[in-house]
């Protein structure tokens, strides 16, 4: 089993910046495919951005050049830094982890964002 914990979210006014880190424990891999997802409300979940096989960061276009992802992997930790924040970017975001073809969620972090 793998457990994924987000932490960072909140309330921030728009043009402002978050961070949010996601530690994971258990049977994790250095292989791993980490990413982040949000969800807002009645939309679907969808990738914000994520680590692929070869190690490159992919990124949805909506946050691309405002948002980054990147891991500590001594710390089993992935962040997603997020500036420029729109209203837009308000939602439940969830981490997410693809063990050997497995996927883990988070819980989700709530990131809320005032005009």
């Known amino acids: 089993q793998v457990q994924l914990l987000e932490s960072g979210g909140g309330l921030v006014q728009s043009g402002g910046s978050l961070r949010l880190s996601c530690v994971a424990s258990?049977?994790?891999?250095?292989?791993?495919?980490p990413g982040w997802y949000r969800q807002a409300p009645g939309k679907r979940r969808e990738l914000v951005a994520r680590?692929?096989?070869?190690?490159?960061?992919e990124y949805a276009d909506s946050v691309k050049g405002r948002f980054t992802i990147s891991r500590d992997k001594a710390k089993n930790t992935v962040y997603l830094q997020m500036d420029s924040l729109k209203p837009e970017d308000t939602a439940v975001y969830y981490c997410h982890r693809d063990v050997y073809g497995l996927d883990y969620w988070g819980n989700g972090t709530l990131v809320t964002v005032s005009s």
């Open positions: 258990g049977r994790i891999w250095e292989h791993d495919l």
């Open positions: 680590f692929d096989r070869g190690g490159i960061t």
